[in-house]
């Protein structure tokens, strides 16, 4: 019975990690030997795939350009949702209840039912093929979400605490980042990352606001259709490559999401 209960885990681990692995080993040959042979590991190791990607501006600016307008979308959609929960955490007032289910009807929407509408706004606005175009369309899905995880959070705070902070002579700035942020501080961390991974894998919204300049990542992977078919190595480097960020942004908030899971809305 023990070796059950860790082997259906360890098989579990196994079939979801075989994906990656198998991508990551892709990422080390090349085309013709992914195509010519099946290996569990390369025969003829290379790195010329990554060399590429790093060199080339085109691809690595496509990296600068994913990172750029995700940052600036996740600090907009936190600084935006974090008074605004607040207050459906705080106040009740008329329509808080219909607002807070507006709010959410925008984060079930489907990305391309607004890619025609902010390609035209952008574009007449001059904001098209930005970074910040495609930051603020993201916001459109990314403030309601990290609005609903943020009040969660904050109504678990006793109300109490406002109170005693005004007693105490704060000013509302003063209570707010100074002792209630640090209070909710798992729940930024989770909001934060699901603000951080919408961002990063949408593709429709970010292909369709951009051109050259903030040409993302994702968009940049269509490249490597040639003549020739797929370059296969190329493309596999480029696919490691896009999952490093995430795995950053899961280890260092790792511990606000367990804590997310259990308290918030997640």
């Not at 360890?10 to 290996?39: A, D, H, Q, R």
Request: charged letters at 10%.
């Amino acid at each position: 019975m023990k070796k059950i209960t860790w082997l259906i885990p360890t098989v579990y681990i196994v079939f979801l990690m075989l994906p990656i692995y198998w991508l990551v080993n892709m990422s080390f040959k090349t085309t013709n030997e992914i195509l010519g042979s099946f290996t569990l590991w390369p025969n003829n190791f290379t790195v010329e795939n990554y060399v590429t990607i790093f060199t080339d501006p085109t691809w690595f600016m496509g990296y600068v350009n994913s990172l750029t307008y995700v940052t600036i979308n996740t600090v907009i959609s936190l600084l935006v949702a974090l008074p605004a929960a607040y207050a459906f955490s705080r106040y009740r007032f008329l329509g808080d209840k219909h607002l807070f289910f507006w709010l959410l009807t925008n984060r079930m929407a489907p990305p391309a039912v607004f890619a025609l509408p902010f390609f035209q706004l952008y574009s007449a606005i001059g904001l098209f093929d930005t970074h910040i175009a495609v930051a603020l369309s993201h916001c459109l899905f990314n403030i309601p979400l990290a609005v609903w995880i943020l009040e969660g959070f904050m109504s678990g705070v006793p109300k109490e605490l406002d109170e005693t902070a005004y007693i105490d002579g704060y000013s509302f700035p003063q209570f707010f980042f100074k002792i209630f942020i640090p209070a909710i501080a798992a729940g930024i961390g989770v909001a934060a990352f699901f603000c951080f991974m919408f961002s990063w894998v949408e593709l429709l919204l970010a292909k369709t606001l951009t051109a050259v300049d903030a040409k993302p990542i994702a968009a940049t992977m269509t490249r490597t259709v040639s003549t020739a078919g797929y370059e296969l190595g190329l493309l596999s480097a480029a696919g490691t490559l896009t999952i490093v960020p995430g795995a950053f942004v899961i280890y260092f908030v790792r511990n606000y999401i367990a804590k997310g899971f259990a308290l918030g809305r997640v």
